[in-house]
């Protein structure tokens, strides 16, 4: 099966709390790529990272950082320090090789100030 | 910074009425898509296009869907005859060449009453 689980439905954080958006795949491919695409309240689809399945160095960039480990296939997402301005929908998807993404159910996260 | 547009923003319509969501891909792109996300739920793919042709289609994209490339800047998915269960939000999007990833338009929510 190629498919994504993202298991948290909803996390809700008070602002400036760390918080981890959890995201596990399933690829049959052995070369493949993930990526967070964030969705705010205004509906569009946000690029926030891609990461192929050769480099499983960890990234950061501001208040977000990405950890990719492959032996147990999953991708998560933290945000340092969350702001209000973080709420929103965040996906995790899995880009098979025929170009087709497949997105998670996505987690909403709610930063309350 | 380029960006892939989307008209309407909101389309509302009565059942059994074709619509015609358009898209304008960025420019130099050559893969084109088309997802859909009904309210609440995760993005699903419906069709990808390369060269003037689908090269892949879900389930969901049934003989009520199309799409074509007119000309060479515009991307549209018509829906034949909407039923209520076709009311979601479309998002065109396309990629360059090799593992890039897919940027997306802002949507068009599409309400069949």
């Known amino acids: 099966a190629q498919k994504v689980t993202q298991a948290q439905t909803e996390i809700s954080v008070v602002e400036k709390e760390d918080v981890t958006l959890d995201c596990v795949y399933e690829?049959?491919?052995?070369?493949?790529?993930l990526f967070w695409y964030k969705q705010p309240p205004s509906g569009e689809l946000v690029f926030l990272i891609r990461?192929?399945?050769?480099?499983?160095q960890n990234e950061i960039s501001g208040r977000y950082s990405w950890n990719f480990q492959k032996s147990t296939s999953s991708f998560n997402f933290t945000i340092t320090a969350s702001q209000v301005v973080d709420s929103a929908v965040y996906f995790c998807?899995?880009?098979?090789?025929?170009?087709?993404?497949?997105f998670g159910q996505g987690t909403e996260l709610s930063v309350k100030p | 910074e380029p960006e892939v547009t989307q008209t309407p923003s909101h389309q509302v319509t009565q059942m059994g009425q074709e619509v015609i969501l358009r898209c304008v891909p960025i420019?130099?792109?050559?893969?084109f898509y088309w997802y859909r996300q009904i309210l609440g739920q995760k993005v699903e793919f419906l069709v990808s296009?390369?060269?003037?042709?689908?090269?892949?289609k879900s389930e969901i994209f049934d003989d009520q869907f199309s799409v074509e490339r007119p000309d060479g800047s515009n991307f549209t998915l018509k829906i034949r005859s909407t039923k209520l269960e076709d009311s979601a939000m479309y998002f065109c999007?396309?990629?360059?060449?090799?593992?890039?990833?897919?940027?997306f338009g802002n949507g068009t929510r599409l309400t069949v009453t």
């Open positions: 999007a396309s990629r360059g060449q090799g593992v890039s990833p897919l940027h």
């Open positions: 690829t049959r491919d052995t070369t493949y790529y």
């Open positions: 990461r192929n399945s050769f480099d499983e």
């Open positions: 998807a899995l880009l098979l090789l025929g170009g087709k993404l497949i």
């Open positions: 420019s130099n792109h050559l893969y």
């Open positions: 296009f390369y060269n003037n042709e689908i090269s892949e």
